[in-house]
């Protein structure tokens, strides 16, 4: 690392970590700004929890170095780092209350009594739990004790904040509203946040970039837009949202499009600076909200499939209709609401369309 | 449904009544008495030989001669003492011991968990006869000293109130082990994680983290050894010496060799009622800590 290059907030060069011979994290390399807000996205077992823990020093890596505002932590013990973990089960100390639980970090740093009590009841007040000072974690709901685990991890001033799946035991409502608290608390406090989670909605709500994980390894490092609209790799583009895919082969490329033919027929999608090669084997990818009703306007005739509605499901805003095709794929599709246009019914012939720049190539 | 959880709650009621309730009261009643030689040797509390009403001849007096004379207080207090030394003893000795099988493998768990129990399999007394043999002017320890050129002559070690503490803590050791593990095993170790998360070097995660979680299984296993200690009769017995005199000792000589039931009656009573009180102390302290 030279002078010049600025240091990032973390750095994670060639991480690995096996357990017991199976290999949890392979060979990951991330470099985070500062005041990211960063997600690690992927099923149980993708090895995001290790890794949040080997930068938290809680596991130690068997190959790579961790540098966190530019210093080597690698071999530093989890109590001299300046990071802080929210566990996903919340660890707060059951002999404690909530405000000796939001004070013990600050008291190990032999901080003296006036500024452990101002600084903890300025998170206390930060995070809406100041009635709550006196009493013990058992008294507390499970969103309480979300929020003085956060004050907890918050109340040290870390350079960054690890959070391992902090809403995963709340419930739905309770969850949607604490995230959009946490991603404000966030821009806030100016942290680094490192989040966790194998909920990709949340990831996107929450991130400004997600590392998809897969089998211990990084697959895609995006912002969640770009991962929604240009997803790398057929795993992502089912991880992320949902996608239709079209298996075909590469017919040629001309005109800045590339042509594929598909069971539904040829399909034109943008080359987007791509260029496969002839015959090669790819996947055709579509989101369900990118397609458009109605008989294709004369002269197209490609990207179009065409076949009748057998399953509808409604979710308020929008509807998603599966479609049967003639050529027997199964075609998901979604319709937002609002428009004049009437809902389709179940076994209706429905064609659609969808506009070449809506599609993505990706290569087997 | 309520007739058979009647019968379930009356035969542990049935049980205590009969073994703890009724002989308990058979002693408080001796020890109202007056020492006789007859058979049995105690006047009875109500005397009908006046004819009409029987008249009360119960008293006192024994709890009095208990308070006045030297020898009891102080076979009391030094069976206190000795209680309390060895379940100090047990708990500095029990505790590490309780934490590492708490934090071994499962697998192994299993194998030192039975090992602290082990002894169990063979009788008290002949274990505490082992130590005779360890611990006699020509035993096994002043052997190996003594072959070590750490000695000249031998120590003095058995009947020795040493002796005795030693013995008390070896006993019920298991006693302290036992729930001291039952604790440890339970604490979530993500606290220890979070607690070095912030900022805990490991002695200090110990001492703010697992110590105090840990106090229920402390308060348990100190109470089981001590309760029984104060009044550990075999031990001192065997392995102690004439100025080791602890209050069951003093219950056996008094029943047995003076035959003043009475006496040693009082003697019991006043040692229930010494180790009750702390006990339901504890027990208020443990119900306000959950």
């Known amino acids: 690392m030279t002078a010049l290059e600025p240091a990032s907030a973390v750095d994670i060069r060639a991480v690995s970590k096996s357990f017991a011979g199976v290999v949890a994290v392979d060979g990951v390399s991330l470099s985070l700004g500062r005041g990211e807000f960063f997600s690690l996205l992927g099923p149980s077992g993708s090895g995001k929890t290790t890794l949040l823990r080997i930068l938290a020093g809680l596991d130690r890596p068997d190959a790579g170095r961790v540098l966190i505002d530019g210093i080597d932590m690698t071999d530093m013990a989890p109590y001299r780092r300046p ?33 452990v009590r101002r600084r903890v009841a300025d998170m206390l007040d930060l995070l809406e739990i100041g009635p709550l000072a006196a009493r013990r974690p058992h008294q507390l709901s499970g969103g309480e004790r979300q929020r003085v685990a956060l004050a907890r991890a918050l109340a040290k001033q870390p350079s960054v904040l690890l959070l391992d799946e902090p ?44 590392a998809v994980m897969r089998a211990g390894r990084v697959v895609q ?3 969640p837009r770009m991962l929604y609209e240009r997803p790398a790799s057929r795993y992502v583009a089912e991880f992320v949202g949902t996608a239709n895919l079209f298996e075909g082969k590469v017919l040629g490329v001309a005109g800045g499009l590339i042509r594929v033919a598909t069971s539904e027929g040829d399909m034109l999608v943008a080359a987007d600076g791509t260029s496969p090669a002839t015959g090669a084997r790819v996947a055709v990818v579509v989101r369900p909200e990118k397609f458009r009703l109605g008989p294709v306007s004369a002269g197209a005739r490609h990207n179009r499939v065409s076949g009748r509605v057998r399953e509808v499901a409604y979710f308020g805003d929008h509807t998603v209709y599966r479609l049967q095709t003639a050529a027997g794929s199964a075609v998901r599709l979604a319709r937002a609401h609002g428009d004049a246009a009437p809902p389709l019914a179940m076994d209706a012939a429905v064609e659609a369309w969808w506009p070449p720049e809506s599609g993505v190539v990706l290569v087997e | 449904m309520t007739g058979r959880r009647g019968l379930l709650l009356a035969l542990p009621a049935a049980w205590l009544a009969l073994f703890c309730v009724v002989p308990f ?91 602290v129990i082990l002894p169990f399999w063979t009788a008290l007394l002949i274990r505490v006869y082992a130590w005779i043999a360890i611990l006699a002017n020509d035993g096994l320890l002043n052997r190996l000293l003594s072959a070590l050129g750490l000695i000249e002559a031998p120590l003095a070690l058995l009947y020795t109130p040493f002796a005795v503490w030693l013995g008390i803590v070896y006993g019920y050791l298991p006693f302290m082990v036992l729930p001291l593990y039952a604790t440890l095993v339970r604490l979530d170790p993500d606290l220890l994680e979070a607690a070095a998360d912030l900022g805990c070097r490991p002695l200090a995660a110990f001492l703010r983290v697992t110590l105090p979680l840990s106090m229920p299984g402390v308060l348990a296993g100190s109470l089981l050894v001590f309760i029984p200690a104060a009044g550990e ?9 004439p100025d080791t005199l602890l209050i069951a000792n003093l219950m056996w000589l008094e029943f047995f060799t003076n035959r003043d039931w009475p006496l040693a009656s009082a003697l019991a009573v006043t040692l229930l009622a010494l180790l009750v009180g702390p006990i339901l102390l504890l027990q208020r302290a443990r119900g306000d800590g959950a």
């Open chain 2, 233 to 241: 009769f075999v031990i001192p017995d065997l392995l102690g010496g």
């Open chain 2, 25 to 115: 009261a058979i002693v408080a009643t001796i020890s109202l008495a007056e020492s006789v030689l007859a058979q049995p040797p105690y006047t009875p509390l109500l005397d009908w030989s006046g004819g009409g009403l029987p008249a009360w001849r119960g008293g006192l007096a024994n709890y009095g001669l208990l308070v006045e004379d030297g020898l009891y207080v102080g076979a009391l207090a030094s069976a206190l003492a000795m209680a309390l030394a060895g379940t100090a003893g047990a708990l500095l000795l029990g505790y590490p011991m309780a934490y590492v099988i708490a934090m071994a493998r499962p697998g192994g768990r299993a194998v030192l968990l039975m090992l």
């Open chain 1, 83 to 115: 990071v802080n973990l929210m566990f996903q089960s919340y660890a707060l100390f059951p002999h404690l209350s909530v405000f000796d639980n939001v004070a013990f970090g600050l008291r190990r740093e032999g901080l003296g009594r006036d500024t």
């Open chain 1, 167 to 210: 809403l995963a035991a709340l419930d739905r409502q309770l969850r949607a509203r604490t995230q959009l608290e946490l991603a404000r608390l966030q821009r806030r406090v100016g942290i680094t946040f490192i989040l966790v989670t194998h909920d990709q909605e949340e990831a996107m709500t929450l991130s400004s970039r997600i």
């Open chain 1, 221 to 223: 490092v995006d912002t």
